[in-house]
Structure formats: structure tokens, C-alpha cells
T-cell receptor, first 114, second 115 residues
Framework: NAGVTQTPKFRVLKTGQSMTLLCAQD?????MYWYRQDPGMGLRLIHY???????AKGEVPDGYNVSRLKKQNFLLGLESAAPSQTSVYFC?????????????FGPGTRLTVT | SQQGEEDPQALSIQEGENATMNCSYK?????LQWYRQNSGRGLVHLIL?????REKHSGRLRVTLDTSKKSSSLLITASRAADTASYFC???????????????FGKGTKLSVIP
């Protein structure tokens, strides 16, 4: 099992450009999440999904869009990149249910917006 | 906004010593989890403790939870150089709340274990 994979690993964008980050998981998890990690800030939730075709906003959703067309994939889009979106982006997944479950993280995508 | 706050922000110890990190949080929780992040990598789950539990062990890890003080501690015994990493606590809200599957992460403790 590959677990959670993310592509690309690194990317440099110019202000105003767009891009899509891809997250894939092979654990048949219902829930998927996108976080950003900035120095000294810990992880902040951008968007999440509780199942195929459903998405919801997290703590810092502005400037991002997401889609979950297939259960195993969760896409994060930046329509018009801004320097404030320079960050490391992590995708995670977890099983469904109201119980307490650990989250499984991908290796991250380091994005720089100039 | 961050729910958990780790203390200290950074900790440096000699190999073989014990390392203790603390986490404080503000609102009711269903569970509290600890994660490790090696430099340049994703987070790895270490241990989960539920709100009705007081202590949990996993190998060299010991986690305590005091819901009356809204705090948790992570103890790593007999530390090794490979334990050098950042450690994050994450809280899960009460089951009845909306988004009860979401975790809120603290800012982390950076642990350095000197060989």
C-alpha cells in the first residue's frame, strides 16, 4: 500500500497563476483533508470531504477550491495564486464514523508563490 | 484558531534522557492525539487517548490526559537520536458537535536529541 500520496512535491508559481494539487489514498478512507503548514503556525485545515462528491470549508478556505470526484482522490485548486499562499500543503485521510480515528498524512507539497 | 498549545516550543536533551512535552487546550474534546513530524516529512500518528482515559502507553511513549485541567503530556523515555522531530498534539471535538471528525492541531514542540 502506498498510503497517501501527493503530487507534485515542489512547485513555484508566479502571482496570478493557477494550479491543482492532487492527493490520492489507497486505504478506502471516506474522509479526506487538506491542510497548510506555515512556520510557527502548526497545521490549519483548508477544506475537507466526508465522502465522494461532498466537500466543506475548514478554518482557512479563502483562495482555494476542492473537488472529490472519486473516493480515492482529493484535489486542491488555487485559481489565482498569491504570495500569502506560499506554504507546505498536506493531504490526509481517515476512516468514516463518529468515533475517534487517526489521520494518515501524505508527504506534503512545498509551494512557493513569487 | 489553534485549539492545542504545546509547551515547550523547543526542547534539547541528551540521548538516553526522558523528554516530556505538554499540550493545553481550551474546549471539550472527544479525544487527543499526538503526531510526530520529521524534518521535511508528513505527520505520523503516535498515540490516541480518549476523553474517558487518563493514561496510555505505546512502547517508549506514555501519554496522560487531565480533562479537568484541559491538558495532556507526552513522555518519551530513553530517547534516541532518531526521536529528533517536531511533536504535535491534536484535539477532536465532542462527538455530538458538527465536524466531529475534524482535528485541530497545536503549533508543535521541536525536540532535539543529542547523541
Amino acid at each position: 500500500n502506498a498510503g497517501v500520496t501527493q503530487t507534485p512535491k515542489f512547485r513555484v508559481l508566479k502571482t496570478g497563476q493557477s494550479m491543482t494539487l492532487l492527493c490520492a489514498q489507497d486505504m478506502n478512507h471516506e474522509y479526506m483533508y487538506w491542510y497548510r503548514q506555515d512556520p510557527g503556525m502548526g497545521l490549519r485545515l483548508i477544506h475537507y470531504s466526508v465522502g465522494e462528491g461532498t466537500t466543506a470549508k475548514g478554518e482557512v478556505p479563502d483562495g482555494y477550491n476542492v473537488s472529490r470526484l472519486k473516493k480515492q482522490n482529493f484535489l486542491l485548486g488555487l485559481e489565482s495564486a498569491a504570495p500569502s499562499q506560499t506554504s507546505v500543503y498536506f493531504c490526509a485521510s481517515s476512516p468514516a464514523g463518529q468515533g475517534a480515528y487517526e489521520q494518515y498524512f501524505g508527504p506534503g507539497t512545498r509551494l512557493t508563490v513569487t | 484558531s489553534q485549539q492545542g498549545e504545546e509547551d515547550p516550543q523547543a526542547l534539547s536533551i541528551q540521548e538516553g534522557e526522558n523528554a516530556t512535552m505538554n499540550c493545553s487546550y481550551k474546549t471539550s474534546i472527544n479525544n487527543l492525539q499526538w503526531y510526530r513530524q520529521n524534518s521535511g516529512r508528513g505527520l505520523v500518528h503516535l498515540i490516541l487517548i480518549r476523553s474517558n482515559e487518563r493514561e496510555k502507553h505505546s512502547g517508549r511513549l506514555r501519554v496522560t490526559l487531565d480533562t479537568s485541567k484541559k491538558s495532556s503530556s507526552l513522555l518519551i523515555t530513553a530517547s534516541r537520536a532518531a526521536d529528533t522531530a517536531s511533536y504535535f498534539c491534536a484535539t477532536g471535538p465532542p462527538r455530538s458537535g458538527a465536524g466531529s471528525y475534524q482535528l485541530t492541531f497545536g503549533k508543535g514542540t521541536k525536540l532535539s536529541v543529542i547523541p
